[in-house]
C-alpha cells in the first residue's frame, strides 16, 4: 500500500520560488507514475507536472512549462516539484499522487491515479 506524505508548502510574493517533496513509502513495484496536482477554491483539480520514476520521461501542463520542474531521487523515494516564477493563479492545495504503470489513461487525470498524498498549501500574493 503506497503511502504519500507532502510537504514544502507555504506562501511567497509573486516571482517567488518554492520546492515540493513528497515523501513515499510502500512499494509493491520498482516503477510508478507520479504526480503533482492542484486544486484551487471552487475549481477541479488539476495536473501539474508527471514523471515515470524508472524511466525519468516527464510531463507539464502548460501553464507551468518552463517554471516548474518535476523530479524524482531514487534514493530516498522522493519526489519533488521545483517552482520557480511563481503567480498569483499558482495559489491552491497541491498533491502527490502515484499509479502503477499498467495503467494506461491520460496522466493529467486525477481519476487515473489511486494513491494520493494530503495536500500542501501553495499560496502566492
Known amino acids: 500500500h503506497v503511502q504519500l506524505v507532502e510537504s514544502g508548502g507555504g506562501s511567497v510574493q509573486a516571482g517567488g520560488s518554492l520546492r515540493l517533496s513528497c515523501a513515499a513509502s510502500?512499494?509493491?513495484?520498482?516503477?510508478?507514475?507520479m504526480g503533482w496536482f492542484r486544486q484551487a477554491p471552487g475549481k477541479e483539480r488539476e495536473g501539474v507536472a508527471a514523471?515515470?520514476?524508472?524511466?525519468?520521461?516527464?510531463y507539464y501542463a502548460d501553464s507551468v512549462k518552463g517554471r516548474f520542474t518535476i523530479s524524482y531521487d531514487n534514493a530516498k523515494n522522493t519526489l519533488y516539484l521545483q517552482m520557480n516564477s511563481l503567480k498569483p493563479e499558482d495559489t491552491a492545495m497541491y498533491y502527490c499522487?502515484?499509479?502503477?504503470?499498467?495503467?494506461?489513461?491520460?496522466?493529467?487525470?486525477?481519476?487515473?491515479?489511486?494513491?494520493w498524498g494530503q495536500g500542501t498549501q501553495v499560496t502566492v500574493s
Open positions: 499522487a502515484a499509479r502503477e504503470l499498467y495503467v494506461v489513461g491520460d496522466w493529467s487525470q486525477h481519476r487515473w491515479y489511486k494513491y
Open positions: 510502500g512499494y509493491t513495484y520498482s516503477s510508478y507514475c
Open positions: 514523471i515515470y520514476t524508472g524511466g525519468g520521461s516527464t
